[in-house]
């Protein structure tokens, strides 16, 4: 079936360093999301990407979707410790079911002040 | 609105017991999903439905049951508990389009169940 990897599963950072975690899936994707959750707390949408080679921002946030559409990948600039937390990628496959999302296992980032 | 509401928090189950898991949403959200996790895991699609009387199992539906009897609600039930469901339960929703974020999910706080 349909698997989505992401790397690395943890990382831990000095605040002020940059930060990128990957995701790489099995199939050809749809559409690509990206959820962030923070400790005890519930997945949070951050953001779609669509289209094939597709780069997105959101302040230090950039997010990309491969040529392909089975990759994807989350670069955070300067992280602060407010970045703290574990971001999944999840992905919906064409003609998946019902547009069911698959969910990577996360990568949880550390940010030492 | 309050977006998806889960009941409980929190609850300690002993090995054999059964419980349901509340889940209602006030989006008027067509799509409902139930999903656990495990800790250091991602998260596991348990059942899904795509509206009032419709469901259907995800990767990991042993154990479980749902229904749909309503658009807002979709609760999750766990007849005999076991150890091996010992994990934070969580249930998102999300509408049929969404303009751009057609398929974006909406999750609750999450329901931390022990068994033992």
């Known amino acids: 079936g349909q698997q989505v990897m992401q790397i690395p599963q943890y990382q831990h950072v000095q605040e002020g360093e940059d930060f990128t975690t990957y995701c790489n899936s099995s199939?050809?994707?749809?559409?690509i999301q990206w959820y962030k959750q923070r400790p005890g707390g519930h997945p949070v949408f951050l953001i779609q990407?669509?289209?094939?080679?597709e780069v997105k921002k959101q302040k230090r946030l950039t997010f990309q979707f491969g040529e392909a559409k089975k990759n994807s990948s989350l670069h955070i600039t300067a992280t602060q410790t407010t970045d703290v937390g574990t971001y999944f990628c999840?992905?919906?496959?064409?003609?998946?079911?019902?547009?069911?999302?698959?969910f990577g296992k996360g990568t949880k980032l550390s940010v030492k002040p | 609105n309050a977006g998806v509401t889960q009941t409980p928090k929190f609850r300690i189950l002993k090995i054999g017991q059964s419980m349901t898991l509340q889940c209602t949403q006030d989006?008027?959200?067509?799509?409902m999903y139930w999903y656990r996790q495990d800790p250091g895991m991602g998260l596991k699609l348990i059942y899904y439905?795509?509206?009032?009387?419709?469901?259907d199992k995800g990767e990991v539906p042993n154990g479980y049951n749902v229904s749909r009897s309503t658009t807002e609600d979709f609760p999750l039930r766990l007849e005999l508990a076991a150890p091996s469901q010992t994990s934070v339960y969580f249930c998102?929703?999300?509408?049929?389009?969404?303009?751009?974020?057609?398929?974006?999910?909406?999750f609750g706080p999450g329901t931390r169940l022990l068994v033992l």
């Open positions: 999840a992905g919906s496959a064409y003609g998946g079911s019902q547009g069911n999302l698959i």
């Open positions: 199939t050809t994707l749809s559409n």
């Open positions: 998102a929703s999300r509408p049929i389009l969404a303009g751009r974020y057609q398929e974006t999910q909406y």
């Open positions: 990407l669509v289209k094939s080679g």
């Open positions: 439905s795509v509206g009032a009387g419709i469901t």
């Open positions: 989006m008027n959200h067509n799509y």
